[in-house]
């Protein structure tokens, strides 16, 4: 029988996972689980700043459909892989396709609603999406693997890849509208990451995911060992933290409309209550106790993401050129960083420090950074027009989109 560990989601089948995926040989399961599951988030890390340097060439489109066929291909070799070996090439695989597909999709959001509030409401919507899929997903796969087998958890998946990318080609082919052409070549990502503000979102998009990448690898032992918790508690830990996300995010978009230079304020108060709810997790001693601070922490990091990912278009538009490809790979960059380390250091973190003094260190470096986020309480009185005029008079046009704005302007 195996050791209980990685996601939680194996169900009563969890012991028949060595007899269905043969471990590498010599090594020891939790590691490899973790290694497995950090493989996606480290591969994407390298790709995106090629991904969003790519995405700023050749549009938004083409990228975001090939991320979903590469997402289809990785999710269907999931369902037959029976080795570890292919499993991990599968799992690097979907990282290839989320630092196109996350990257392109996001960048479109921003492209093509580029006015406030309609961008908060459009970002926030994806926000509310990608959380749902994050936190209904060890549910989903545990239900399905315990009563329908291994495959179909990963088989529909990969038709809800599929399908995505053909309401993509209905709705918005790429290439279809020949929009590239009359669009300004992008900033390089490199001068992207040195300009100060981006690197203060960056930086608090990275602090603030650190709570759940870290969580999710380890909550699980340790609700078994602190609480006894059942495989349906263990399943349905993070579930219920989808409705304050959701909520958060409806808050943030109000809020933005009716208070737009306030949005690092939105993000501080965000990173407070998550270092705050970090530090009650392990003070919880029963299921419906720990559901409160996991609320929390999803709350708090829905008000950071929905403050904070407009602001970084809005600081392209102001501060560079309006192509937002590589500004959003680095957004992504900020989310891996926190993925690639949870399911790899925290384990052992509370292996040699204690779960405890994890959950402080991360509640504390939320509270410690939010302070940070007052460097960003000046954006909103940046004018676009000046930046992105001394951008085109620097370099010169480079095409009939540059031509059209310096013959605008001189009018």
Same mark, same amino acid.
């Given at each position: 029988s195996a050791p209980a560990g990685g996601n939680g989601s194996g169900g009563g089948n969890r012991s028949l996972l060595p007899a269905r995926y043969p471990p590498a040989s010599g090594g020891n399961e939790d590691v490899q689980i973790g290694v497995?599951?950090?493989?996606?988030?480290?591969?994407?890390?390298?790709?995106?700043?090629?991904?969003? +340097?790519? %995405?700023?060439?050749?549009?938004?489109? =083409?990228?975001?459909?090939?991320?979903? *066929?590469?997402?289809?291909?990785?999710? *269907?070799?999931? #369902?037959?892989?029976?080795?570890?070996?292919?499993?991990? =090439?599968?799992?690097?695989? !979907?990282?290839?396709?989320?630092?196109? *597909?996350? +990257?392109? $999709? %996001?960048?479109? @959001?921003?492209?093509?609603?580029?006015?406030?509030? /309609?961008?908060?409401? /459009?970002? $926030?919507? =994806?926000?509310? &999406? %990608?959380?749902? $899929?994050?936190?209904?997903a060890p549910p989903f796969g545990g239900v399905l693997y315990e009563f329908a087998g291994k495959r179909v958890p990963f088989l529909v998946l990969a038709c809800v890849c599929l399908l995505d990318g053909l309401l993509l080609l209905a709705l918005a082919p790429p290439g279809g509208t020949g929009a590239r052409a009359n669009m300004p070549v992008g900033t390089p990502i490199h001068r992207l990451m040195v300009d100060p503000y981006i690197a203060v979102v960056a930086g608090a998009l990275a602090t603030c995911n650190i709570p759940l990448a870290f969580l999710e690898p380890t909550i699980a032992n340790w609700m078994k060992d602190s609480m006894g918790a059942s495989e349906w508690e263990v399943?349905?830990?993070?579930?219920? #933290?989808?409705?304050?996300?959701?909520?958060?995010?409806?808050? +943030?978009?109000?809020? *933005?409309? =009716?208070?737009?230079?306030? !949005?690092?304020?939105? $993000?501080?108060?965000?990173? #407070?209550? @998550?270092?705050?709810?970090? &530090?009650?997790?392990? #003070? &919880?001693?029963n299921f419906g106790q720990v559901i409160i601070p996991l609320c929390g922490i999803c709350f708090g990091i829905a008000l950071v993401d929905t403050a904070l990912l407009p602001t970084l278009a809005f600081l392209v538009d102001v501060r560079h050129v309006s192509v937002y490809g590589s500004v959003y790979a680095i957004a992504d960059i900020s989310y891996s960083v926190a993925y690639a380390l949870g399911p790899i250091v925290a384990g052992q973190i509370v292996h040699t420090m204690g779960f405890a003094q994890l959950n402080l260190g991360m509640g504390l470096a939320n509270v410690l950074y939010a302070p940070v986020l007052l460097f960003l309480r000046n954006v909103c009185q940046m004018k676009p027009s000046h930046s992105e005029r001394n951008i085109l008079l620097e370099e010169g046009p480079k095409g009939l989109y540059d031509t059209i704005k310096m013959e605008e302007r001189k009018g």
């Amino acid at each position: 029988s195996a050791p209980a560990g990685g996601n939680g989601s194996g169900g009563g089948n969890r012991s028949l996972l060595p007899a269905r995926y043969p471990p590498a040989s010599g090594g020891n399961e939790d590691v490899q689980i973790g290694v497995l599951f950090a493989s996606k988030a480290m591969l994407q890390l390298l790709v995106n700043p090629l991904s969003g +340097t790519l %995405i700023d060439r050749v549009g938004y489109e =083409a990228p975001l459909l090939a991320g979903l *066929a590469v997402m289809f291909l990785s999710t *269907a070799t999931f #369902a037959f892989a029976e080795n570890y070996a292919t499993l991990f =090439a599968a799992r690097s695989l !979907q990282g290839l396709g989320s630092a196109f *597909a996350d +990257t392109a $999709g %996001i960048a479109l @959001i921003a492209d093509r609603y580029a006015e406030e509030p /309609a961008r908060s409401r /459009a970002l $926030g919507t =994806a926000l509310a &999406c %990608i959380s749902f $899929g994050s936190l209904a997903a060890p549910p989903f796969g545990g239900v399905l693997y315990e009563f329908a087998g291994k495959r179909v958890p990963f088989l529909v998946l990969a038709c809800v890849c599929l399908l995505d990318g053909l309401l993509l080609l209905a709705l918005a082919p790429p290439g279809g509208t020949g929009a590239r052409a009359n669009m300004p070549v992008g900033t390089p990502i490199h001068r992207l990451m040195v300009d100060p503000y981006i690197a203060v979102v960056a930086g608090a998009l990275a602090t603030c995911n650190i709570p759940l990448a870290f969580l999710e690898p380890t909550i699980a032992n340790w609700m078994k060992d602190s609480m006894g918790a059942s495989e349906w508690e263990v399943g349905l830990t993070w579930l219920p #933290a989808f409705f304050p996300h959701v909520l958060g995010v409806y808050v +943030t978009v109000r809020l *933005a409309a =009716a208070y737009p230079h306030l !949005q690092w304020f939105y $993000g501080a108060l965000g990173m #407070a209550i @998550i270092g705050a709810s970090s &530090c009650l997790v392990p #003070a &919880c001693r029963n299921f419906g106790q720990v559901i409160i601070p996991l609320c929390g922490i999803c709350f708090g990091i829905a008000l950071v993401d929905t403050a904070l990912l407009p602001t970084l278009a809005f600081l392209v538009d102001v501060r560079h050129v309006s192509v937002y490809g590589s500004v959003y790979a680095i957004a992504d960059i900020s989310y891996s960083v926190a993925y690639a380390l949870g399911p790899i250091v925290a384990g052992q973190i509370v292996h040699t420090m204690g779960f405890a003094q994890l959950n402080l260190g991360m509640g504390l470096a939320n509270v410690l950074y939010a302070p940070v986020l007052l460097f960003l309480r000046n954006v909103c009185q940046m004018k676009p027009s000046h930046s992105e005029r001394n951008i085109l008079l620097e370099e010169g046009p480079k095409g009939l989109y540059d031509t059209i704005k310096m013959e605008e302007r001189k009018g």
